[in-house]
Nanobody, 128 residues
Framework: QLQLVESGGGLVQPGGSLRLSCAAS????????IGWFRQAPGKEREGVSC????????DYADSVKGRFTISRDNANNTIYLEMNSLKPEDTAVYYC?????????????????????WGQGTQVIVSS
């Protein structure tokens, strides 16, 4: 069974930075596209960023473009989400998810139903 564990969340002031990690175990990360999603209180879960299985394709929600960077270290089975210039509206529980669906592996389209394995989430609070 696939297991994903997020870490790195916390409380940060507006304009600050955080780096989230998504550690994968019990499967070879190379074959999976990984997405980061978030859910703010009272809102639906939304896609934030995605990286293809090869690492050659990435995608970002418009709201985070230019501020967030996704990367992967397959040797260590870890995906990172570097978040800079954080805003209060970035406050949410952040989840990483994995998929072996081929269209997502190649194009990184962030359709949640394609992602079959999810982590438990890590809380990010941006507040002064």
């Amino acid at each position: 069974q696939l297991q994903l564990v997020e870490s790195g969340g916390g409380l940060v002031q507006p304009g600050g930075s955080l780096r989230l990690s998504c550690a994968a175990s019990r499967f070879i990360l190379d074959y999976y596209a990984i997405g980061w999603f978030r859910q703010a209180p009272g809102k639906e879960r939304e896609g934030v960023s995605c990286i293809s299985s090869s690492g050659g394709v990435t995608d970002y929600a418009d709201s985070v473009k230019g501020r967030f960077t996704i990367s992967r270290d397959n040797a260590n089975n870890t995906i990172y989400l570097e978040m800079n210039s954080l805003k209060p509206e970035d406050t949410a529980v952040y989840y990483c998810a994995a998929t072996s669906v081929r269209i997502v592996q190649r194009t990184c389209i962030m359709i949640q139903v394609y992602f079959g394995s999810w982590g438990q989430g890590t809380q990010v609070i941006v507040s002064s």
